[in-house]
Antibody
């Protein structure tokens, strides 16, 4: 079964740091780009970051650029999100997602697998 | 990286059709056929129901259909059913090699 399982969600004080992890199973992890997507309580989805299959190409939303760092360890089938200088507005459910990737000879840009999410609360 | 614009809510009676619009720009929806739609029932993770504007993943009913015109994408749910009540989000890959989601639309079945 294809599965993504996030962990590391906590309550942290403003200005603090936290690292989220996402463990993949059921597919060849190092064949696919991965994303982090977040959802603040009662709000909509916000794309946070994307990392290519080999970690060479990385992009971030403006709202987290310079504070968050995405990384992956293909040997451990794991994706990470290091979050520094956390702000109350970073409070959200953080989802790990898989890009669909190559299909029928071309790249499909959508997220076909989602984890259940990890809760991050930034509050004093 | 402004969010794509969706109506906050739409509603319809069982069996009716509803359409959700998603307005972006020439840097995202208007540039690529890389629009996807996600359904999120309360308390659950989102699930893709449309990708590449109009294609449906295996298992998604053909009641769900997608289209684009210029910088606007649309999702139509035909033959609305009670189980379709959920939040719906459009999403587009952009010219900046990022994704952008829509503001979200709550679909209510009357």
């Amino acid at each position: 079964e294809v599965q993504l399982v996030e962990s590391g969600g906590l309550v942290v004080q403003p200005g603090g740091s936290l690292r989220l992890s996402c463990e993949a199973s059921g597919f060849t992890f190092d064949d696919y780009a991965m994303n982090w997507v977040r959802q603040a309580p009662g709000k909509g989805l916000e794309w946070v970051s994307l990392i290519s299959w080999d970690g060479e190409d990385i992009s971030y939303a403006d709202s987290v650029k310079g504070r968050f760092t995405v990384a992956r360890d293909n040997s451990k089938k794991s994706l990470y999100l290091q979050m520094n200088s956390l702000r109350p507005e970073d409070t959200a459910f953080y989802y790990c997602t898989k890009d669909k990737g190559w299909e029928f000879g071309y790249y499909s840009y959508y997220m076909d697998v989602w984890g259940k999410g990890a809760s991050v609360t930034v509050s004093s | 990286q402004s969010a794509l614009t969706q109506p906050p809510s739409v509603s319809g009676s069982p069996g009716q059709s509803v359409t959700i619009s998603c307005t972006g720009s020439s840097s995202d929806i208007g540039r690529y056929n890389r629009v996807s739609w996600y359904q999120q029932p309360p308390g659950t993770a989102p699930k893709v129901i449309i990708y590449e504007v109009r294609r449906r993943p295996s298992g998604v009913p053909d009641r769900f259909s997608g289209s684009t015109s210029g910088n606007t994408a649309s999702l139509t749910i035909s033959g609305l059913q009670a189980e379709d009540e959920a939040d719906y989000y459009c999403c587009s890959y952009t010219s900046s090699s990022t994704y952008v989601f829509g503001t979200g639309t709550k679909v209510t079945v009357l």
